[in-house]
């Protein structure tokens, strides 16, 4: 119950219907129809950042409902499909917003992080995953703060995950962030700072130590 009730404080954002039919989706995911519930999410998804950085809890929600009512996958099917196709389409989404485009990729590695299968994450999202992130790492992204930012939070969230799941991807993403962080003269000193802080937080086994948190944090709120 405890769940529940914080995955209905995280739909208050929709409107009435909506939210009628995710808490229905939640309970009893075989009385509604599952493509819509994915299409709902996704969409809300790409418009609410606060909310894409948490939408994989509710997708798993109603994944592990779905499996013990019915048996079924429809909901985690359609929400693949459409994932695919927001992220097929994603270079005309950044062009068109970087907020959505941010969005975006928090969604996807939310999701890539809250649906396991046999506690494993899905090995259909880790391609897809490493290429949002290596998009966030070329030159022109890291111009852009927001970007920057996108990319320390999911690295920080699922980089020591990701790193299992393909160690040699991984690898090329630092060596290219590494590049942009000693290279690339016209960083803000904001993208500067968070690129410093993954480039130690991954050298130090994806965690900091107590001064370099203590240093980065008092940096970043000041």
């Known amino acids: 119950m405890e ?3 914080k995955e209905d404080y995280k739909i208050q954002s929709f409107d009435l219907e909506n939210q009628k039919l995710l808490k229905t989706a939640l ?6 129809d ?3 519930v994915s299409s709902v999410i996704v969409d809300q998804s790409l418009k609410d950042q606060i909310f894409s950085r948490e939408a994989g809890r509710i997708c798993f929600t109603i994944v592990q409902a779905e499996a013990k009512q019915t048996n079924g996958s429809v909901f985690r099917r359609n929400l693949l499909n459409r994932l695919q196709l927001e992220f097929k389409a994603r270079e005309e989404t950044r ?8 969005c975006l990729v928090s969604f996807i590695c939310n999701v890539f992080d809250n649906l396991k299968v046999n506690n494993m994450p899905m ?13 966030l790492a070329q030159s022109d992204a890291l111009m852009n703060e927001d970007e920057v930012d996108c990319l320390v939070l999911q690295l920080h969230r699922i980089g020591d995950q990701l790193e299992k799941m393909n160690m ?10 590494r590049d942009g962080f000693l290279l690339q003269e016209d960083l803000s000193s904001m993208g500067r700072l968070l690129l410093l802080e993954i480039l130690e937080f991954r050298a130090g086994g994806w965690t900091l130590s ?5 240093y980065y944090y008092s940096e970043l709120t000041d």
Do not use: I
Not at 95 to 102: G, L
């Open 3 to 5: 769940n529940s009730s």
């Open 27 to 32: 309970k009893d995911p075989g009385s509604v």
């Open 34 to 36: 599952l493509e819509k």
């Open 95 to 102: 062009t068109r917003s970087t907020q959505e485009w941010v």
């Open 123 to 135: 090995m259909a999202l880790v391609h897809p995953v490493y290429d949002c992130l290596f998009r």
């Open 168 to 177: 040699h991807l991984m690898d090329e993403l630092f060596n290219l962030l």
């Open 210 to 214: 107590d001064t370099a948190q203590k």
